[in-house]
């Protein structure tokens, strides 16, 4: 909806950033949209501040107090900064900064070490951009207290963001998160944030822990020896025009692969992302060029990553030949069997073990840990909490594997964050092996759907954008709550877990349990059929997301069709129930 006139206090921040000391190409940009009558944009621009969400500060590039620019993240780094200190006062603190290729991340970066080396806090500094994971990697390798990553992620080319993370290289959590947010809300104007360089305080760093890192990841190949025999492997790879041009080619060498094939117009790194409409590895079509790469050279596989090369996509041939996408549920039950089964083989298995992944990641997973004997632990949404438990227990126990359906998961504890360099290796070594065993990854995910239970999992993201949009969203989550749906797809509600509230309250006998996990703006509602439907707002995108899971026996590999279909039906019967 279009406003027609600025209310007073969105008048008044744009009025602060006009008068104060912001450079002349911000007030030039404010002052073209107050001529063009564009009250909408300067309305979105200028309606609240940025905030951290699940994955950090992310917004649309551009001035104003909700959008991503020089002083928006000036003043993120000045809170940070003011918080470290405060927490570390008797330490030289350190931090290591990265960025991706998205438009502007050099830039960014750069604004970041200046203010953290003014501040006295010692920057190493990447050469160039490199992957999210490595950033969480290297922030344990050097003995760091903090580190930013300059990325949006999987976000529209327009958008950009500041990931902060902690000593232990996972993204910031509670309370270190909101601590920094009341820092930065202590900063009233952006005289008080220091833009001055300190090159003294400023180191690069580059190929040396680019090697470190790679090292690391290969002591988690289980499978050499197949490998060996199927080194020739046809590996379709395409970074969409991101960071994982920088290290995935040099990881799947390292584990022995000797025929990767990239997509080579999108081996280009570029933030505007030419030939894709979005780029992000769970859309189909950000993979369609990787797609017609494999079928022309008949390749084995496909694995494509996002901008920050934390998340990674896969396809594989069915048994008609042909190639079919596969989405995160998928990609990590299998990847979770097979790294299970083969610490189980190897005798590794002692109890000790667990996995992490979502509450909104499928429950597939925990069937299969627990056919192991492996603790499989859910988190909120959103990889720092399934870092924040890996810390937790760091000593205690052996984090094997983990991840969420959002294309994100680890293998090893290295980093602290989801990480597609070794999720690259680690599925082709799994594709190796079963290709040794004169098996498929396709026939390998039938035999589990016959194992397990065949699960099936649909996501609807709805996007409403702006002040509207986030007022739209709120209402309907108020609506789930106060008026629960007592049927969906035909099967009764029986419980309804609200992690705002942390209260799980069975419908039918009205009893209550606390749930143990911090409190998060979700909803779940189990039916009596075992299938599990999640409502939950983005913490980075103008989006509510609906998560849906359903599942049946197949008896058959010959019925894999036919339940799959009875399972579709299921979850559209039950998203219509919702409304959705």
């Known amino acids: 909806m279009q406003h027609n006139s600025l209310d007073q206090i969105i008048q008044s921040r744009i009025d602060s950033w006009l008068n104060g000391h912001y450079d002349e190409a911000t007030k030039a940009e404010i002052n073209q949209l107050l001529a063009d009558h564009n009250y ?186 197949a490998i060996r025999r199927q080194k020739n492997l046809k590996i379709v790879f395409s970074p969409i025009h991101g960071t994982g041009g920088e290290l995935i080619p040099d990881a799947l060498a390292l584990f022995g692969f000797e025929n990767v094939i990239p997509v080579k117009e999108q081996m280009i790194v570029d933030g505007n992302f030419p030939t894709v409409i979005y780029p992000n590895p769970e859309e189909a079509e950000a993979l369609s060029m990787a797609m017609a790469k494999a079928k022309e050279t008949d390749a084995d596989l496909v694995l494509a990553t996002d901008p920050d090369a934390d998340r990674v996509g896969m396809a594989i041939k069915n048994d008609h030949n042909e190639f079919i996408l596969l989405n995160g549920n998928q ?16 005798g590794k298995l002692d109890g000790s073990q667990y996995v992490v992944k979502t509450i909104v990641t499928s429950y597939l997973i925990d069937k299969i840990a627990a056919s192991k004997g492996v603790e499989c632990f859910n988190s909120l949404t959103g990889f720092k909490y ?50 040794d065993k004169g098996s498929s990854l396709y026939e390998v995910m039938l035999d589990m759907y016959m194992e397990y239970g065949f699960y099936k999992e649909k996501l609807i993201s709805i996007t409403k954008k702006g002040k509207s949009g986030a007022e739209e969203i709120k209402a309907m989550m108020e609506k789930y709550r106060n008026e629960t749906p007592l049927k969906l797809g035909g099967n009764s509600v029986v419980t309804l877990k609200d992690y705002k509230t942390g209260i799980s309250r069975n419908i039918q006998t009205n009893e209550t349990e606390k749930i143990d996990l911090p409190s998060s703006n ?3 509602f189990f039916t009596a059929d075992g299938s599990i439907i999640s409502a939950r707002p983005s913490g980075t995108e103008p989006k509510i997301k609906f998560y849906c899971s359903v599942n049946a026996p197949l008896n058959r590999k010959s019925d894999f069709k036919e339940v799959a279909l009875c399972l579709d039906e299921k979850l559209n019967d039950i998203l219509r129930d919702l409304g959705v």
């Open 40 to 225: 909408t944009e300067l309305t979105d621009a200028f309606y609240r501040d940025l905030e951290f969400g699940t994955g950090g500060l992310r917004g649309i590039m551009g001035a104003g107090t909700n959008r991503v620019n020089k002083y928006t993240l000036g003043a993120a780094t000045q809170g940070l900064s003011n918080y470290l200190l405060k927490l570390y006062p008797d330490t030289q603190v350190k931090v290591v900064i990265a960025y991706d290729n998205r438009n502007n991340s050099s830039l960014f970066a750069g604004i970041v070490a200046d203010v953290f080396s003014a501040n006295g806090i010692f920057v190493y500094f990447f050469e160039k951009l490199r992957p999210t994971p490595e950033l969480s990697y290297a922030i344990r390798k050097l003995g760091c207290q903090s580190g930013v990553m300059l990325t949006a992620s999987h976000n529209p080319k327009e958008y950009n963001g500041y990931k902060a993370y902690g000593a232990d290289g996972g993204q910031l959590v509670s309370p270190h998160d909101e601590a920094v947010m009341r820092e930065v809300s202590k900063i009233s104007s952006i005289d008080q944030i220091k833009f001055d360089r300190s090159h003294k305080n400023i180191q690069t760093i580059g190929k040396n822990i680019d090697q470190q890192y790679l090292n690391e990841i290969l002591k988690w190949s289980i499978s050499k020896e």
């Open 331 to 346: 990609a990590l039950s299998l990847l979770v069997r097979y790294v299970l089964e083969a610490w189980a083989r190897g």
């Open 386 to 435: 399934i870092g924040e438990i890996m810390t937790r227990l760091e000593g205690q126990k052996t984090f094997v594997v983990g991840g969420e359906e959002s294309y994100g998961y680890l293998v090893g504890d290295h980093a602290r964050d989801k990480d597609a360099v070794v999720a690259c290796a680690m599925f082709a070594e799994m594709a190796a092996y079963y290709k």
């Open 522 to 524: 979700v909803l779940q």
